[in-house]
């Protein structure tokens, strides 16, 4: 397979592993976010990841990928998703996939991503926070509106990503090396049976590791903070726990996002360097 | 989407849909052949239904499809399936989706694309019956090694199909307009919900008006029978009766894969029609 290919059925293999309490997967649809918008988004997505394999700036092959995706009435499926494969898909395409080297293509993105990066928001619509008082030129709802401003400042997407880092775990994985996303593909390897399942697990410890930064944007740091715990519990205390753990977030309506987005990631780094095989 | 894009989708939707009995789907797998190959199977066929997108031969882009769908230990996911779909992507890339202008496309088909997809059987190990004995050497478990014969006879593709359509429904659909598949893609807009879940309720009628013909290539004529009656009735009793009709074609190792190919198909041309969105 190719790189836009692992990618793509990364996406495929994320939504498939079940249970990921709080996400459509598998076995769970939610009323207007369904297991099938994730299938279309996961084709829609694949002309800009193959974009991205040959070698199309970050910035472009991101925004081509969120246009392709968004073919499809669920809405925001998996654009945190794309934002890490999109520069994974680049580096592996034209180098060793370590963290070092998709360090090194995440770092020469340019103000043209960042503009980029920006129109991608006009295509879908996400959850954000609101930025900063100083920053406000460059909240990201602004889409395309707020191009003049990272023009003026010289912004380039990396830094962008920088802003967003305390406070957004994907954004967090480009200042870091994708330190996360690396971890988690090794511990796939830890597990035996279909790549989907060990997704789940791993999802479940990325979650009991971390606050999903999604999951306290939108219900706050307390609320994150005990989904992580609970989700230690549910590790520990496995089949029902978890299932009990799945069935409340749903009815909490309670989406830890950031986590899944991070898995597929995962998915992807094992897949490409061989480390798993379906 | 474009035409190779529902295609890849309609691959996914088929194989999502639950309880399509006796097949792979969302909520069942088989020892050695689960959902992930299909996932796989669909994200590899890509390459080969965009060339078909682009204008390829029949053949040659059906061989292509095949080739990345084995990318995968599952070993044939979607042969039949795409043995629907490449005609009818081919067709939709270049003209209205109707049956004449798909009838002109396969009846058009050449000795290399015969050839083609004789070439195909090298990527994978489909289940095929004997041919009868008059033609032998074009026995498609030769792969290429039948491709002198099919040259020394001037067989087309179309050639082929009209051969194998009496006890093959997939070779049926090209020799009769894609007659079922039309007809499937109908009764795909007569239902509400899920797209996933109407091809597996019109999955379910197609295996209740016909027997299927791979299950009646490897289990007998009498067998293909009582599993039409039996899915007549799973219709009729619904639910509870469906599980049940599910669980004991697993048990019995009896898969009516040419049902599901068609179903994709139509799947493919609800979609591509736009009378289906997802």
Redesign the interface.
């Known amino acids: 397979?190719t790189p836009a290919?692992n990618a793509?059925?990364a996406l495929?293999?994320e939504v498939?592993g079940t249970p990921k309490p709080g996400n459509v997967d598998?076995?769970r649809?939610f009323d207007d976010l369904?297991?099938?918008?994730f299938?279309?988004g996961?084709?829609?997505a694949?002309s800009g990841l193959r974009t991205a394999e040959d070698g199309a700036p970050v910035g472009a092959a991101f925004e081509q990928a969120v246009a392709g995706m968004s073919?499809?009435?669920?809405g925001n499926t998996q654009f945190g998703a794309l934002l890490l494969l999109v520069p994974l898909v680049r580096t592996s395409a034209e180098s060793d996939l370590v963290s070092e080297s998709v360090r090194a293509v995440v770092e020469n993105t340019t103000v043209e991503d960042a503009t980029n990066f920006y129109r991608a928001f006009d295509h879908v619509d996400v959850f954000v926070d609101d930025p900063p008082e100083d920053a406000e030129p460059l909240d990201v709802r602004r889409g395309a509106d707020a191009v003049p401003a990272l023009e003026d400042r010289e912004t380039t997407l990396y830094d962008v990503m920088e802003m967003s880092a305390p406070d957004d775990g994907v954004a967090n994985e480009w200042v870091s090396g994708f330190e996360r996303t690396f971890w988690a593909a090794d511990r796939l390897t830890d597990f035996e049976g279909?790549?989907?399942a060990r997704g789940a697990r791993v999802y479940l410890e990325l979650l009991s590791r971390e606050r999903d930064t999604l999951v306290q944007k939108q219900h706050g740091r307390k609320v994150a903070e005990s989904i992580r715990v609970r989700a230690q519990e549910a590790l520990e205390g496995g089949g029902a726990v978890i299932e009990a753990f799945a069935e409340s977030l749903v009815d909490d309506d309670i989406n830890p996002g950031t986590t899944a987005d991070i898995t597929a990631a995962a998915l992807f780094v094992a897949l490409e360097t061989g480390a798993v095989?379906?």
Chains 1, 2 share one sequence.
Request: proline share 3%; no cysteine.
């Open positions: 397979m290919e793509q059925l495929l293999l498939a598998r076995e649809d369904r297991f099938e918008h299938l279309a996961s084709v829609g694949g073919q499809q009435r669920g279909p790549i989907s095989e379906v």
